[in-house]
């Protein structure tokens, strides 16, 4: 009884079942990561209009993050798989603003954030959506003109 055959057979049926899953992960997160990547204008945190210069950057090949709501920057590491995106390790400049009321509503949005997805909307690009555990958005952007 020849064995080669089938154990060629095997041997590529399961080579293959290796190779499928990464492959198609990774489409996956590269879609997601191109999504995420560069400079998005803010627009709400936690449904309140944000001023015009708030803004949100994503460097995928990093996985690092940085943020300004209107005082001092904000940077740090994000981790994220799928829709799932979470910040880490956190840091902040210590300038003496006069008024960074939007900061503080702004990290927590940022500790909040669970979730990400983007929308498709009329005018070109993609609404960034940041949401909580509870699927409620925390922050939303559009891409930096």
Not at 8 to 19: E, S
Request: glycine share 8%.
């Amino acid at each position: 009884m020849n064995l080669k055959p089938l154990f060629t057979a095997l041997l590529l049926a399961t080579l293959g079942a290796c190779a499928a899953p990464g492959q198609s992960g990774e489409k996956t997160n590269d879609a997601h990561r191109q999504t995420l990547t560069g400079e998005w204008q803010i627009i709400r945190i936690n449904g309140q209009p944000a001023a015009p210069d708030y803004r949100l950057s994503f460097d995928p090949a990093a996985q690092r993050f940085s943020a300004y709501f209107g005082c001092n920057r904000i940077m740090g590491g994000y981790q994220q798989q799928a829709d799932k995106l979470s910040f880490s390790h956190v840091a902040s400049t210590m300038m003496a603003c006069p008024d960074n009321a939007d900061e503080t509503p702004g990290l927590a949005a940022l500790a909040q954030t669970h979730h990400w997805q983007t929308a498709a909307t009329k005018a070109p690009g993609s609404r960034l959506i940041l949401s909580n555990q509870q699927g409620q958005a925390v922050l939303e952007a559009y891409p930096a003109p």
